[in-house]
């Protein structure tokens, strides 16, 4: 006899113990609430008596209490990364905008994105704004070396101009 058949022989000899009305009043517990999924499966397989499963009530298993998620918790950790909790949306409240300081860092290539996070910056076209306003401040700080460079440049001829002058 196989592994398969030795499992369904002695799972059917299990529930075939079990009263036919006990099945049928577990079932309308069940129906009814009046007994937790877990419980109703304990007492088709004999673990577990109607009675004792009625006590339990609809919370309970044979385990202990079951533990239920609450179907309009939508919390989620915020996707900007800063371990705060989003109730209703992906971020906490304002710091969608975080995510154009990191798209920024993650161009210049000073930080690493989730797989979730570059997939969000793509869709919202914040890596694009982050590209155009790395490239800004790019040229902003090249015009400002160059006028720094001109200014000392500047001054060094006035200095040798006055040298020169003596």
Known sequence: ????????????????????????????????????????????AGELSLEEARDLGRNAGPEGP???????????????????TSKTGKFVAGHDMRMVTLAKAYV????????????????????????AQVEKEDQKRQERIAKKAEAQRRKEGESEAKKSDK
Do not use: W
């Not at 079951?66 to 705060?84: E, I, Y």
């Not at 290539?109 to 910056?121: F, H, K, N, V």
């Open 1 to 44: 006899m196989t592994q398969e058949q030795n499992a369904t022989q002695e799972s059917t000899t299990t529930e075939a113990t079990i009263h036919p009305m006990t099945r049928k009043a577990a079932d309308m517990s069940l129906a009814k609430k009046a007994i937790s999924p877990d419980s109703h499966k304990a007492v088709l």
């Open 66 to 84: 079951a533990v239920r998620a609450d179907k309009n918790d939508r919390s989620r950790p915020c996707l900007c990364g800063c371990q705060g």
């Open 108 to 131: 210049r290539g000073e930080a690493d994105l989730t797989d979730e996070q570059l997939a969000y910056i793509h869709e919202s076209g914040k890596l694009d704004r982050a590209r």
